[in-house]
């Protein structure tokens, strides 16, 4: 039995949609988009919901549903792509809009007594992350919302409804209600979801599929692989050894704590120092993807060679959904039939993994959030200090830095991270941090620009950042601002600036605030610090840009490389979280 299906157009957010029905306590599973009907009915299946995904509707052989689909009885909510392929069936018309909108979006509701919007304002905050708007809306249909750029941001015909933002992020304030409406409108009853029953599940999961085998387990040090470490030494014991890499893209010392901790948790710990190697093959690497395939590679082939050397034949990561998603969807031109392709990046335990790995692999947190499994390390006991760390990634400050990574730049940024991160702890962020980029710009004039700091000066940087822009991935650019007045702008209406820059330019995906003017040297520092809870949309902190103001001053005068320090002000999307 299912309550909810939800048809996976290859959009970012699928995983988040099941997560906040379940959350909310219905029952929905995740289905090919190209599902047959029947097999729903089989299933008893009360409502669907279609996801977004990186397509557009009007190009040949978009990703559709059939029409006896609109014809049944079961209620339908599209989201994004689904609320676009929804109007465009229906006979209303989806087009290319000049204007994109990422991320913050104010949200006039039309119909506030539609079954769908119970509970909601006249103005509400939504998310979006979308390039094509519908113009055209089906005949009988009614529009329940609309934004500045979408006039028609949400629809309802019968019992098909669309919205082209986000309820399913956490960015969408009042998203969880429209999701339980739905539902309700599906005729659904609540039943809890249960963490003791996830961890139950596991444990014998572990113990089924490698029995009395040996297993290695990947550790950083972060909460998932060490969450995960301590919950499958229930399962194996002492045939358990965890393995912590050190590439020399971690933070100062961070290599030391880690294993200490390790140890201190009653793991079995081997160290492996894999740092000269690393820099060896990141030598004259520039593309994103390629530092992270290289990064990967080395993890596994130093995790065979100590499996090898105890004589295990399992590998454990704490693979976590963001990384899934984000490794195995993403770019439009990359779908093969169902089967949706590309990605946003090649995270190192998964898409940056060779194809041949002689170990089998197991990851009992494939669909979990990190705020999920912070609650699994809670409910095992482990320290809160560890529990709330901010997360690093895996490839470390190699996400961070454009262009070549070097030892050089490693070490300044090492130094660099030290300060940002004392500062901007003081925030309480959910991620935060420093990145290095080089200091080619060149000057951008922008009305935009003027009409927001009438007194602005704007680059645009030479060097490339990942974004993700309408579920799709962009190799994008940095604008960066500098302006003396971004102290007096409400942080609404920086949010809402941003929203207009990466909307009216697809080539940028990184907005950064300088609150000095650059000077000709070698590198850029990029602050950034982001409020998340699942790391799958993120709002960039609210700072006070003259606390930021004495940090930028003094990287400015320790470290004489540098030509700026700006701070980011990119939701994610436009931006990711990590600059590469
Ligand atoms: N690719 C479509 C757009 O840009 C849908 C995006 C989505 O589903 N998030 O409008």
Known sequence: MVDIAILDFGGQYVFNIKRTFLELGY???????????????EKNVKGIVLSGGPYSIYVENAP?????????EIPILGICYGHQLLIEMLGGEIVKSDTGEFGFTILYVDEPNNPLFKGLERKEICWMSHKD?????????????????????????NNIYGVQFHPEVFQTPKGYIILDNFAKICGLEKKEWDVREFIDKSLQEIKEKVGSEKAI?????????????????????????????DTGLMRKKESRRVVEYLKKLGLNVIFIDASDKVFLNLKSVTSSDDKRKIIGRIFIE?????????NAKWLLQGTIAPDIIESTRGQADKRKGKKHGGSIKLHHNVGGLPKEIKLKILEPFRELFKYQVRIIAKELGIDEKLVYRQPFPGPGLGCRITGEITREKVILLQEITKIAEEELAKYRPSQYFAALI???????????????????????????????????????????IYSKKWNEKDWVDILQFQNNITGKYNEICRVVALLEKPRRKKYGIILRAVDTLDFMTAIPTKVYFNHIAEVVHKILMNFDEISFVGYEITSKPAGTIELI
């Not at 559709?64 to 049944?72: A, G, K, P, T, V």
């Not at 000057?443 to 620009?449: E, L, T, Y």
């Open 438 to 480: 080089s200091s080619r710009y060149k000057p951008f004039k922008s009305m935009f620009i003027k009409n927001f700091l009438e007194d602005a000066f704007s680059y645009i940087s030479e060097d490339y950042a990942i974004g993700v822009k309408g579920d799709e991935r962009i190799i994008g650019k940095i604008l960066l």
């Open 302 to 310: 130093e995790f065979t060679k100590v499996a090898d050397s105890v």
């Open 217 to 245: 387990i990947a550790v950083s040090g972060g909460v998932d692989s060490t969450t995960l470490a301590v919950l499958a030494k229930k399962a194996l014991g002492d045939n358990l050894i965890a393995v912590h890499v």
């Open 64 to 72: 559709r549903i059939s029409i006896e689909f609109l014809e049944s």
């Open 133 to 157: 708007i519908a113009v055209k809306l089906p005949q009988k249909a009614k529009i329940l919302a609309h934004t500045k750029i979408s006039k028609i941001a949400a629809f309802n015909y």
């Open 27 to 41: 029952h929905a599973e995740i289905f090919p988009f190209d599902i047959n009907l029947k097999l729903l009915k």
